[in-house]
């Protein structure tokens, strides 16, 4: 699940390494005699409390079923206060969990820091051939492996069936398409086209993408957030909430977006598969046949959302490492995820997953698979997370007025630039 990317400052200077593991005595782990795995393992899960949390604690604690003396200390953390408290309780080198549910951007920061355990030649890692390409390489920093994906999202389009009916429109396929499409709505049912959330940047990079645009390139490290097509892209943005085609808010913006949804107050919105269980609660939802998923509208040069998921994660202090090894594989194996797209709607990372029923049967995976495999990855470098804080900033500003487009995406190169030193 995504409510939002964590804004977090670049830390000034790499931490020390992580505490040193502790040996198998020390950690109540695997015993040298039997080789059979005990202990406890303490899971940080980030997913959403309610809905996700509830799948994800009962296939964890169905490990133990395979390693009966294991105990999986399951604790729902919250997306939004995660990454940092992560690295205060690794920095430290107490209170930190054995494994945590890291968003594929944290993975290089929390292993430039020297938080998290190589995972090359571990169990963690059993049938690594059998990982999405594009799963694979967020975990991956300076050539060790430093996490396992345990599922891949993007971003789509979704709409109320119903609405669409009563106002007579089709899914736009264009930004442009979008406003006539939203028009429509208003004239015909009084309701607002399109929720676009405000309060997060993330939601902006489908349409940074769509006008040919990205925040950096890293391999030619390079900014290029305030280039010609960032500024079409905040100004594409800007001019849908202007013209009335979308409404937006400043904070809270995914329970107001939900909520707008769910109770049929606005048509569209964008989303990604961490959302459905969430939608399907929804009054509107009931009857999870009036839920549509569409691709993102296209800008004028491209069409393109942003890759995201989630990896698990060791914590290089673990002092239960095997039994954490272990609880990985198991979370990330190809019948757990099949077990959590049938639940949940979330997308595997492991290719024989798909050729599983519950995989096969489920229609919102069958739709964002191939959107997947298109979507943008983002760069894979340690700073990732905080190019979030500083575009975020002005992309609110934007979208409320208190600044334009060339000024907010002016601002914020200037902050990549004292933040990615000697960036172009």
Not at 125 to 150: E, G, H, I, M
Request: include cysteine.
């Amino acid at each position: 699940m995504r409510r939002g990317i964590t804004a977090t400052a670049l830390v000034a200077a790499l931490a020390l390494a992580a505490t040193a593991c502790g040996s198998d005595d020390e950690a109540g782990g695997t015993s040298k005699g039997s080789g059979e795995l005990s202990g406890t393992v303490t899971w940080w899960d980030t997913s959403t409390a309610g809905s996700e949390d509830k799948v994800f604690k009962k296939l964890a604690e169905g490990f133990t079923k395979q390693h009966p003396k294991v105990r999986v200390n399951y604790v729902n953390v919250p997306f939004g206060d995660a990454q940092n408290k992560f690295k205060n309780a690794a920095q430290s080198g107490s209170d930190a969990p054995d494994v945590i549910r890291s968003e594929v951007a944290w993975t290089p920061e929390f292993a430039d820091l020297g938080y998290l355990a190589p995972l090359d030649g571990t169990a963690a890692l059993k049938n690594r051939d059998d990982f999405l390409k594009q799963a694979a390489a967020s975990t991956k920093y300076q050539d060790k492996t430093y996490a396992v994906p345990q599922v891949i999202d993007s971003m789509g389009i979704f709409y109320n069936k119903k609405i669409f009916k009563e106002a007579g429109v089709e899914v736009p396929g264009t930004v442009e398409e979008l406003k006539s499409v939203a028009k429509k709505i208003k004239d015909k049912t009084g309701k607002t086209g399109m929720y676009l959330r405000g309060d997060d940047a993330y939601w902006f990079l489908s349409f940074l993408y769509g006008e040919g645009g990205d925040m950096v390139d890293a391999a030619g490290r390079t900014v290029t957030i305030d280039n010609a097509q960032g500024v079409k892209a905040m100004k594409a943005v800007k001019d849908l909430v202007d013209s009335g085609a979308a409404k937006t808010d400043a904070t809270d913006g995914w329970e107001n977006m939900q909520a707008s949804f769910k109770d049929g107050k606005v048509a569209m919105i964008i989303n990604g598969p961490w959302a459905v269980a969430d939608t399907y609660a929804g009054a509107e939802f009931k009857d999870k046949a009036n839920l549509g998923v569409a691709p993102v509208p296209a800008g004028s040069a491209a069409q393109g959302a942003p890759q995201g998921g989630h990896n698990l994660a060791v914590y290089a202090g673990s002092k239960n490492l095997d039994a954490s090894y272990a609880f990985v594989e198991y979370m990330t194996s190809a019948e757990t995820q099949a077990k959590v797209a049938k639940e949940l709607s979330l997308l595997p990372t492991r290719t024989s997953a798909y050729g599983m029923k519950d995989v096969v049967d489920n229609e919102i995976v069958g739709f964002f698979k191939p959107v997947v495999e298109t979507a943008v990855e983002r760069p894979w470098i340690p700073e990732t997370g905080s190019l979030f804080a500083p575009l975020v900033t002005e992309y609110t500003k934007v979208l409320t007025g208190q600044t334009t487009p060339e000024k907010g995406v002016k601002t914020t190169g200037d902050s990549y630039r004292k933040l990615l030193k000697g960036w172009k």
